[in-house]
């Protein structure tokens, strides 16, 4: 029992830190319909800034997440600025060439001047476990899992402010929106730039786990699984799929592991995604026939 | 802005379609190291790479070997078959007889080209293991244990450890599921078999950065020792795992891929008792080390790499992975004559016996049969900056090994 | 025969062999009919194509032995219906095959088909039917008919309208509506029905029955009705031959009304003789895409097309990529050049020539091909334009191009075909030596007089008309022109054109409208002087051009009588007539010009229908306008009467603007 | 320019609607084939191995994908997995003796079946949840590859291939292997050249445009959807094959992962979707620009004495070959084959700027 509470538990942490990736995906197709397949490498590119101004620059921890996290928004606000927005009335799966073209980029660009091989996220975390009873949960992971949910809420607080009612208006009806006078592109570019500094903070939280390297990147594939099932445009929908995945990841590689003497994980996650298609075609919270293809 | 990416396109697909291959040089042995700097053996490929043509240097600088002298090739393949077969066509064209490609599906995928070429590709530590049986695989050559004696090696150790018994003791092994990661299963089983320890394998899916399901599931079984077995960033998430999971660092013995930078990632000071197993010495304390430092970096200014990557885990083992050829070469030149050919090389390879640049790796001698050339190795400890020796070369089990290497080679003869 | 299973056709050719007995030589003079012709060709070269028509998107093909087969059918089909030698078959419509059949079927009963033009008006083809008693029709498509239709007056005899395209038409339960199809069953069953009537028919025809009743363009009063028998249409066709003016087996395209005689010589005379295939465009509106795919390798068009398709050319090369202008800008002047010492006797000379010569070359795959290909021009083997002059400039850019263009002269009394420029001896000024065969004279008049074996006997139930058109047994063309040292003719424009201003100078106003209309930016132009002091004009400026040339400098307009009072344009035509002017003798400089708020239109019977001028018309509809040009106001206040689509009339005031370009003497 | 289309017509609508009407593009046809069929004697070896074998086998995979994709409008990422499924299909197939053709086939045909299972999702849903799904299967298959030692060949998971023989003649040379590849892919091309001419291209077309209205203009959207997928993955299932014995002669789990199926669609896209002659361009591109780039660099580097180090000069071409893709897409979303459409234009046009029609 205490195995399933303690597989369930860090499992649910761990989908919660998804979902922090996942929620900026999710930022960014609610006002634009765009799916970004750069978001991974958006991470890794936040990490590497996280350490490059710790490391290398000297910055303290805080001010060098924040620095990061406004270098990202910035890089988020150009993306949206210099190619997305010429991108406009162009099928889904151009645009998401386009943006896995920059993923390829970031991950050529990032680790190619600031050195492939892996670096340790400078963030003090004790690595002694807490322990909860005979469970036991990674600091990390608690760190991770609370930021995930203090993250998410902001951005569901940020909904609530003006900039993000306009964000829903523009998610809504571009047009509608451009005629009761919403600035449409700006507050496309708004989204980007958030979610940028969504991913810096994002790669501060996985950079602690893993190290900062490329591989950062390939949590968009888990991402991705989490933000489609969640519906891609609701940010509750995000938190419970990323649970969802987290937990089913967790308990069901954790009992068949065993048996098929394989990491069942990833599949277990593979089939979760692609019964949740069948079973509900939109995600979880996801708006019928939102896809625009 | 239209004109300029049309420009940058066409210049630069042009400078690459007019690469002409050059003809190779008198007396020049040429190396192709098309190796995997972008993908998965980012954490290696660097410092190896560095390793090897920095040792190549060094020969070059001394005068090369028997009148020789080498040259080498570096390509990024990243991790892509298709690139590693189309740099390995290229540079063969281009004179290279020897090949290094540090990514175990690239050299798995070049391998029965090699084989009908006639070109030397090396396999150290990648690859495949059955390479060490030289009657199947002529051309390819482990030059180092394969994961299979490594195993073994590191389950002598821990029966070492324990004082020759480990009836009752439970071992684990955590691997990161792909086939590299389940090769040493069939070996521990055997062992276990042997030695009558308990075994369960833990798999972890690529890239292996989350695993705290699986460590739970470690922790259930309550091992006496896990051994880690993958690569790259899953090392230090596996290390931490165990830190946290409260697992005596001291019997946590990883396969080859575990250096400084992982423990520093997990954090020097908490990483402090991890065990691997070491192929070649590192740090710069060896003569050899100390040569290149001062020749190749200080005096000819020719250093392949970042100056702080000389002498470590991986750069030495670059070094250990070319010195045996260029042994070879001197004694294709002393044995056979002039003109070196690969065939030559190939043969003297075969002859190599009892090499161990002085100690900077184990000894290792090659024989037709045998292209792994011992299969010996030792375990180091961490002992928070650097990493200490904690037992002397050695090999062990080797039926269990070779009898892995025949089953291993017939399958792939049958495939022939 | 093709599809010779069917006994009618069968039947046919049997009967043949006694029209056409042999095929010695070129057979197209043994056999003295077209119909004869046809039915020679559907037995010896039934598989070869005959007609194609681009229908529903692709050419649909007809052989000489399916073209046979309609003919045979459809004269059946109107015996059957009770067609009786020496009846008249109206014939109306754009160039479809089924018009042609009819045609021929008419000739096989010896009846005599009247084509008339499509865009006739009701007036015209009333007292056409009138004239020729007409009791059946053949119509194209639901509109043709329509105009049957409404015809009540002098039309009473009509009692069986023919048509081609049933689309429209099936709610249509007037009784002398039949159907094409319809009729070729009614003919297949009549065949059945009469075994050897075919024989008889074809056995009964004479080279001397009338082939065809055209109608002279008439530029004055009402059409004048020209018969041309057997004789004479194969009489010309066998002059051009000879002349080298046809080859056997051209691929050449039917696009011209059916009711202009060119039309009747080259693709049905011409045609059936020496084996054409016709290709029939699908609908007006597509003949220079068409005209691509069909690449004739004869093609004859009038003065203004060959115009239109070089301002064509022009527009479009402003509009395309700076590599093609300048490319465009060096090869084409130096073509032409080239083409002009040629025509003029000299060859390029030395090492300059040479390099000339390889730059013709490779002009040739750069621009002059392309163009070629582009226009349908690249299969040309003979180019002919005829009915006007030709602007000097289309005249070489075409030349230049390579193609083989020629000019020609005839009159519809003649078969189209009486004088042309051979390959050898093409001079910009004439219009080539007689064809052989046609005797040419110049009266003391200065008027041209033909004698010919092709030439008509004398117009349809017009006595009156034919005494006058007669001389001495030459037929006065009532064209003047002369005779050369080469014994060139030289055409300078109809005698009754001659015109005299108030000062006695004599001058043909067309001559020097031509002049005009060779800039791209002038349509339409009729030069004012008869009995007036000095000259002046009236200009209608070339849309398209004009509204080009005014886009490229940010002239904004609105339509074309907005556009045609544009200050900039005016300068634009004043440049263009003081070029014109510079040519002239002093006394025939155009002093003012006023350019038109439309274009002279043939529903308004300011053109004929072969667009040509209506002086007496315009001068009626422009009086005051014309006025205005012999005073000294700056502009003038017209009313435009206009007809709204629906027939009725508005009338609509208009300020134009008056241009001096010349001081008085 | 160099399209002379006087004297072009059509007299069936069969002829007005085959491959090449335009006679300088028959020639230009004909030349082309004349040409890859002389490929050994004109290119070098390594010319020949490295780049127009590869390139051909993938323009084949990427045909069929782009039947998918861009005439039946359905994203697929799992392609890889479809490939592999043929691959080793064909190789174990031919390692039990089986004929090189009759493997190859049986790899076409397994893959259809299994391919067909990820077009399931396609019935449901479309766009980015069919992406997720199909992304999903491949993530099963390859787990599938590598879990089962039976399927990937033992400890090594390296299956060796057997030296394939055509009719009984051992395809052991280069220039062999090319011409099979090259036969292999002509096949291809004009299957998917005449399927786009037929009913069923069209009904696709349909399905692409609007699902919904081609089921209300009778089009039996279950059928043709589920043909398509089946289609494509026969024939990314035999390419697949096709590259395990004329290619790799090994195959391992990677050579069919993820990034293969995503390396795919950037095929299908860069080259233009629903283009023949763009999914020869997209897949020379993104298979051989990184390699031309990644060279290039390396000569410009030597040539211009520039000290580089090793690791950054290889991420370099990451950041060319991904703005290449990013640019591209940016100045010509259509693709490659809008670009060599655009060159045709200004040819068939010229001297002219543009159509007039």
């Not at chain 4, 077309?205 to 081609?214: G, N, S, T, V």
Request: with cysteine; glycine share 10%; hydrophobic share 50%.
């Amino acid at each position: 029992m205490t195995f399933l509470a303690e597989l369930a538990i860090n499992g649910a942490l761990v989908g919660l830190m998804y979902a922090l990736v996942a929620s900026g995906i999710v930022l960014v197709y609610k006002s634009s319909g765009v799916v970004n397949l750069a978001q991974g490498g958006f991470v890794m590119a936040g990490a590497y800034l996280v350490w490059a101004y710790i490391a290398r620059l000297g910055l303290g921890l805080i001010p060098g997440i924040l620095a990061a996290a406004a270098s990202m928004g910035a890089l988020g606000w150009l993306t949206e600025r210099l190619a997305l927005r010429r991108m406009i009335g162009q099928p889904v799966i151009m645009i998401l060439m386009l943006t896995f073209g920059l993923e390829v980029v970031l991950r050529g660009a990032v680790p190619g001047a600031l050195g492939a091989d892996t670096k340790p996220m400078p963030i003090p975390i004790s690595q002694a476990p807490v322990w909860l009873g005979d469970i036991l949960i990674n600091r990390t992971y608690i760190l991770g899992g609370a930021v995930a949910v203090v993250m998410v809420a902001l951005l569901a607080v940020f909904f609530r402010t003006r900039a993000g009612i306009a964000m829903r208006a523009v998610s809504d009806d571009h047009l509608a929106a451009w005629a009761v006078g919403i600035p449409v592109e700006r507050t496309v570019a708004l989204s980007w730039a958030v979610s940028g500094a969504v991913a810096a903070v994002t790669g501060v939280l996985w950079g602690a786990v893993q190290g900062v390297d490329w591989s950062l990147s390939l949590l968009l594939i888990k991402a991705l699984s989490v933000a489609v099932l969640g519906g891609l445009d609701s940010l509750s929908g995000v938190v419970l799929a990323g649970l969802i995945v987290g937990v089913f990841e967790s308990v069901i590689s954790g009992y068949v592991d065993p048996f098929v003497g394989g990491g069942t994980r990833e599949v277990v996650a593979a089939v979760v995604i692609f019964l949740t298609v069948l079973i509900r075609p939109y995600g979880l919270f996801g708006r019928e026939v939102i896809e625009r293809v | 802005m239209r004109r300029w990416v049309y420009w940058v396109l066409v210049l630069v697909l042009a400078a690459g379609l007019a690469a002409v291959p050059a003809l190779a040089q008198q007396k020049v042995i040429t190396f192709g190291f098309p190796v995997d700097y972008t993908r998965v053996y980012v954490f290696v490929a660097e410092e190896w790479t560095q390793g090897m043509v920095d040792y190549l240097t060094l020969m070059n600088l001394k005068g090369g070997v028997g009148g020789y002298t080498f040259d080498w090739r570096v390509v990024d393949t990243g991790n892509e078959p298709q690139r590693g077969i189309e740099a390995y066509e290229r540079f063969r064209r281009e004179g290279a007889t020897i090949f290094n490609f540090i990514s175990t599906p690239v050299s798995n995928a070049v391998a029965p080209r090699a084989m009908e070429d006639g070109v030397i590709l090396l396999m150290p530590f990648h690859g495949r293991s059955d390479a060490a049986d030289g009657q199947t695989f002529p051309w390819l050559f482990s030059l180092g244990a394969n994961y299979w004696s490594q195993a073994t090696v590191i389950v002598q150790h821990i029966l070492e450890a324990e004082g020759g018994n480990l009836r009752g003791k439970r071992i684990g092994l955590v691997h990161i599921d792909s086939p590299f990661g389940r090769e040493p299963i069939p070996v521990l089983e055997e062992l276990s078999r042997r030695l009558g320890f308990e075994f369960q394998s833990f798999a972890f899916p690529s890239p292996g950065t989350e695993q705290s399901a699986t460590w739970a599931q470690v922790r259930r079984f309550r091992p006496d020792w896990v051994l880690l077995w993958s690569a790259g960033p899953s090392q230090s998430v596996g290390v931490r795992e165990a830190i946290r999971n409260g697992f005596p660092l001291d019997r946590l013995v990883s396969v080859i891929w575990l250096d400084e930078k992982d423990m520093n990632i997990v954090g020097a000071a908490q990483a402090r008792g991890v065990k691997r197993f070491e192929a070649a010495v590192p740090g710069r304390e060896h003569p050899v080390v100390q040569e290149i430092l001062q020749k190749v970096y200080q005096e000819a200014g020719k250093g392949f790499g970042k100056i702080e990557n000389v002498g470590s885990t991986y750069y030495v083992v670059g070094i250990a992975s070319v010195a045996p050829v260029v042994e070879a070469v001197r004694i294709a030149v002393e044995r056979f004559g002039e003109p070196v050919t690969v065939d030559k090389i190939r043969a003297a390879l075969e002859m190599v016996s009892n090499f161990d640049l002085n100690g900077l790796m184990p000894p290792i001698t090659i024989t037709p049969q045998d292209h792994e050339g011992g299969g010996m190795g030792r375990i180091s400890q961490w002992d928070g900056s650097r990493w200490v020796p904690v037992t002397d070369w050695m090999s062990a089990f080797r039926d269990v090994v070779w009898e892995m290497v025949y089953k291993s080679s017939a399958q792939f003869r049958q495939g022939q | 025969m093709g599809r010779g299973t069917e006994p009618v056709v069968r039947g046919a050719t049997a009967a043949l062999e006694a029209v056409a007995p042999s095929p010695a030589g070129f057979h197209g003079f043994d056999a003295p009919t077209l119909v004869g012709l046809v039915l020679y060709n559907a037995q010896h070269f039934g598989n070869r194509v005959a007609l194609r028509e681009k229908d529903y998107g692709i050419w649909q093909e007809y052989t000489w032995a399916d073209y046979a087969r309609h003919v045979v059918e459809m004269a059946l089909g109107l015996e059957a219906l009770g067609f009786q030698p020496g009846d008249a078959l109206l014939i109306l419509g754009d160039n479809r095959p089924r018009l042609y059949f009819g045609m021929l079927a008419a000739q096989l009963l010896r009846g005599i088909p009247c084509p008339m033009y499509p865009d006739a008006i009701p007036a015209e083809l009333s007292y056409i039917a009138r004239r020729v008693g007409a009791r059946f029709a053949l119509a194209e498509d639901q509109e043709q008919v329509d105009k049957f239709l409404s015809l009540s007056e002098g039309a009473e005899s009509l009692s069986c309208i023919l048509y081609d395209d049933p689309r429209g038409l099936s709610m249509y339960d007037d009784p002398r509506l039949i159907s094409c199809d319809r009729l070729q069953a009614l003919g297949r069953e009549y065949g059945r029905e009469h075994p050897g009537v075919v024989e008889q028919r074809v056995g009964a025809i004479s080279p001397d029955d009338i082939a065809v009743l055209l109608h002279s363009s008439g530029t004055t009063g009402n059409p004048k009705g020209v018969p041309l028998t057997h004789r004479q249409a194969l009489a010309a066709v066998r002059n051009a031959y000879t002349a080298g003016y046809f080859g056997q087996g051209e691929d050449i395209v039917a696009y011209l009304p059916v009711a202009w005689v060119g039309d009747f010589t080259f693709s049905v005379a011409a045609a059936a003789a020496l084996r054409f295939t016709v290709n029939i465009p699908e609908r007006q509106e597509t003949v220079l895409r068409d005209l691509r795919e069909i690449g004739p390798t004869l093609y004859f068009a009038p003065p203004r097309n060959w115009d239109h398709m070089l301002t064509h050319v022009q527009v479009r090369m402003e509009e395309s990529g700076r590599l093609q202008q300048f490319l465009f800008k060096k090869l084409i002047p130096l073509a032409v050049e080239l083409e002009r010492e040629r025509l003029n006797g000299r060859r390029p000379q030395g090492l300059l020539g040479l390099w000339r010569r390889a730059l013709r070359w490779l002009g040739e795959g750069l621009i002059y091909g392309p163009i070629k290909d582009h226009l349908g021009l690249s299969r040309v083997r003979h180019a002919y334009t005829a009915g006007e002059a030709i602007g000097e400039d289309t005249f070489l850019f075409f030349r230049a191009l390579g193609v083989n263009l020629k000019q020609f002269y005839g009159q519809t009394e003649n078969a189209a075909l009486t004088a042309a420029q051979t390959d050898d001896e093409v001079k910009l000024r004439t219009v080539g030596r007689p064809l052989p065969g046609v005797e040419v004279r110049i009266s003391e008049t200065g008027e041209v007089l033909l004698r010919a074996e092709s030439l008509f006997s004398g117009y349809y139930q017009n006595p009156q008309a034919t005494e006058a058109a007669f001389v001495d047994g030459w037929f006065r063309t009532g064209d003047a022109g002369q005779l050369d040292e080469d014994g060139h003719l030289i055409i300078l424009g109809r005698v009754e054109e001659v015109v005299t201003t108030a000062t006695g100078v004599r001058y043909v106003p067309q001559f020097i409208e031509n002049q005009l209309k060779f800039s791209p930016y002038i349509k339409e132009a009729a030069v004012i002087g008869a009995g007036k002091p000095y000259l002046t004009a009236i200009i209608c400026i070339d849309y398209d051009a004009v509204g080009h040339w005014a886009e490229g400098r940010g002239v904004t307009y609105t339509s074309y009588a907005d556009l045609s009072q544009k200050p900039a344009v005016y300068d634009l035509i004043g440049e263009v007539v003081r070029r014109v002017n510079a040519q002239m003798p002093k006394e025939l400089r155009i002093r003012r010009f006023v350019n038109l708020h439309k274009e002279f239109d043939p529903d308004d019977g300011e053109l004929t229908r072969t667009r040509k001028l209506r002086r007496n018309v315009i001068n009626e509809h422009y009086a005051g306008v014309i006025e205005a040009l012999y005073g000294d106001a700056p502009q003038v206040e017209v009313a435009a009467r206009i007809v709204y689509e629906d027939g009725r009339a508005g009338v609509i005031q208009r300020a134009l603007q008056i241009r001096q370009v010349e001081d008085g003497p | 320019m160099f399209y002379r289309e006087c004297g072009v017509r059509h007299t069936t609508y069969a002829a007005d609607r085959a491959l090449a009407v335009i006679p300088f593009e028959r020639a230009l046809l004909v030349l082309l084939i004349v040409l890859a069929a002389a490929a050994p004697w004109i290119v070098t070896d390594l010319f020949l191995v490295s780049y127009l074998t590869p390139w051909l086998i993938w323009t084949a995979a990427v045909l069929g994908l782009n039947l998918l994709m861009g005439w039946a409008g359905q994203i697929h990422l799992g392609y890889g997995a479809v490939m592999a499924v043929g691959a080793y299909t064909a190789v174990h197939v031919a390692r039990a003796g089986a004929p090189f053709v009759v493997a190859v086939a049986a790899g076409g045909l397994v893959a259809a079946v299994i391919g067909s299972l990820f077009g399931l999702p396609a019935l449901r849903v479309r766009g980015l949840y069919l992406a997720m799904s199909t992304l999903a299967l491949q993530v099963i298959v390859d787990w599938i590859l590598v879990q089962v030692p039976a399927i990937s060949g033992g400890a090594q998971a390296t299956l060796l291939v057997p030296r394939p023989h055509i009719f009984g003649i051992p395809l052991v040379t280069d220039q062999a292997r090319y011409w099979t590849a090259a036969v292999f892919t002509l096949l291809v091309a004009l299957f998917v050249a005449n399927v786009r001419r037929t009913d069923v291209g069209r009904a696709l077309i349909a399905l692409r445009e609007k699902d919904y209205a081609a089921a209300v203009i009778g089009i039996n959207v279950f059928y043709y959807k589920a043909l398509a997928f089946f289609v494509s993955s026969f024939i990314g299932g035999m390419s697949g094959a096709a590259l395990a014995f004329l290619y790799y002669r090994a195959v391992t789990p990677e050579q069919f992962g993820l990034n293969v199926s995503i390396m795919a669609v950037a095929m299908v896209i860069v080259g233009g979707l629903g283009s023949i002659i763009g999914s020869f361009f997209g897949a020379g591109f993104i298979l051989l620009a990184p390699i031309w780039i990644e060279h290039g660099l390396r000569e410009l580097a030597a040539a211009l004495s520039v000290h580089i180090s090793p690791s950054t000069l290889a991420h370099l071409p990451l950041v060319i070959y991904g703005g290449l893709i990013t640019g591209f897409l940016l100045l010509e979303p259509l693709g490659l084959a809008k670009l060599y459409d655009n060159v045709r234009n200004y040819l068939r046009v010229w001297p002219f700027g543009y159509t007039k029609k």
